[in-house]
C-alpha cells in the first residue's frame, strides 16, 4: 500500500482507475484497475498483484469491449 505520493508527497487514496497499456506503438485502455492515486497530483501507483495482470494482458489481450478512436496532433514550438 502506497500511502504518500513518491513525487509530490501528497496523501494517496484507492481507487479504480483507467490505465494505459503501451505495447510498441500500440495503446490500449484497461478500465477499472484497482490503483492509490495521489489526492493532490493523481499520480497513480500499482500493487504487485495489478502490475502482474496488467502485464499479462500487455502478453495476451483478452477480446476488447469497444474500441475509440483518438485524434493526433503535430506540436509546433512557438517562436
Known amino acids: 500500500m502506497v500511502t504518500r505520493c513518491y513525487l509530490c508527497g501528497g496523501a494517496t487514496e484507492h481507487r479504480a482507475v483507467t490505465a494505459e497499456n503501451w505495447w510498441g506503438d500500440q495503446l490500449s485502455l484497461v478500465e477499472s484497475v484497482p490503483a492509490w492515486v495521489c489526492q493532490q497530483c493523481g499520480e497513480a501507483y500499482f ?5 502482474l495482470e496488467l502485464d499479462r494482458l500487455r502478453q495476451t489481450p483478452p477480446r476488447e469491449i469497444r474500441i475509440v478512436q483518438v ?5 509546433k514550438a512557438v517562436a
Not at 500493487?47 to 502490475?51: G, L, P
Not at 485524434?71 to 506540436?75: I, L, R, S
Open 47 to 51: 500493487d504487485a498483484e495489478t502490475s
Open 71 to 75: 485524434p493526433v496532433y503535430p506540436f
